[in-house]
């Protein structure tokens, strides 16, 4: 079955820099939106960022400039990555990967495939 795995969560200062990485094994769809969702206890998971097939990217309001969301087709197993920069308190959450079959990322197409998520603290 498919499976995704987060790392390169942690607790980091205000204005510093982490990069999630999302290996995706067992996934055989040549085209798919990809995407790194935040959960905050007590909140809504909120999508932060997602890619599109071709490549072309869309970022919440909030993450917008700061942060760069990229993928490796040619890596084994397929990589997703998340550059986080000047990072926030407010950026503290549990950030997920997730994935699914599809030639845009446009719509309201839920996910179909969940990593367990990697936990990000940041300190003021």
């Known amino acids: 079955q498919v499976q995704l795995v987060e790392s390169g969560g942690g607790s980091v200062q205000a204005g510093g820099s982490l990069r999630l990485s999302c290996a995706i094994s067992?996934?055989?769809?040549?085209?798919?939106?990809m995407g790194w969702f935040r959960q905050v206890p007590g909140k809504e998971r909120e999508s932060v960022a997602q890619?599109?097939?071709?490549?072309?990217?869309?970022?919440a309001d909030s993450v917008q400039g700061r942060w760069t969301i990229s993928r490796d087709n040619a890596r084994s197993p397929l990589t997703l990555y998340l550059q986080m920069n000047s990072l926030k308190p407010g950026d503290t959450g549990m950030y997920y990967c997730?994935?699914?079959?599809?030639?845009?990322?446009?719509?309201?197409?839920?996910?179909?495939?969940w990593g367990q998520g990697t936990q990000v603290t940041v300190d003021s």
């Open positions: 067992r996934y055989t769809p040549s085209t798919s939106c």
């Open positions: 997730a994935v699914r079959p599809d030639s845009w990322c446009g719509g309201v197409r839920p996910f179909d495939y």
């Open positions: 890619i599109d097939p071709v490549g072309a990217t869309r970022y």
